[in-house]
């Protein structure tokens, strides 16, 4: 599987996003599939998975009720509608099975807030 992730960009503090990630191959649909980011000098964290089929999702505490993910299976895209962008959100978003698979990590979007 390909992954390939578009739609970062510098956002002031309080704007909006929408990430999206390209998937090939066959398996997108039957993955458990999540974001991830990371920011300079930081881990790389999950901020957001959902079920195969869509129907859960989760989130990291420090974006709850901020992000949305989504996902269509039918275009083997995922997308991560990101609202009240701040400045802490700034890294690079990843997106990649759960657990994720070494060998498919793309090049990631940077998305940068400013305050």
């Known amino acids: 599987v390909q992954l390939v992730e578009s739609g970062g960009g510098l956002v002031q503090a309080e704007g909006s996003l929408r990430l999206s990630c390209a998937a090939s191959?066959?398996?997108?649909?039957?993955?458990?599939m999540g974001w991830y980011r990371q920011a300079p000098g930081k881990q790389r964290e999950l901020v957001a998975s959902?079920?195969?089929?869509?129907?859960?999702?989760n989130y990291a505490d420090s974006v709850k009720g901020r992000f949305t993910i989504s996902r269509d299976n039918a275009k083997n895209t995922m997308y991560l509608q990101m609202n009240s962008l701040k400045a802490e959100d700034s890294a690079v978003y990843y997106c990649?099975?759960?657990?994720?698979?070494?060998?498919?990590w793309g090049q990631g979007t940077q998305v940068t807030v400013s305050s």
């Open positions: 959902i079920s195969s089929g869509g129907g859960h999702t």
């Open positions: 990649n099975a759960v657990p994720p698979q070494k060998e498919t």
């Open positions: 191959g066959s398996t997108f649909s039957i993955n458990i």
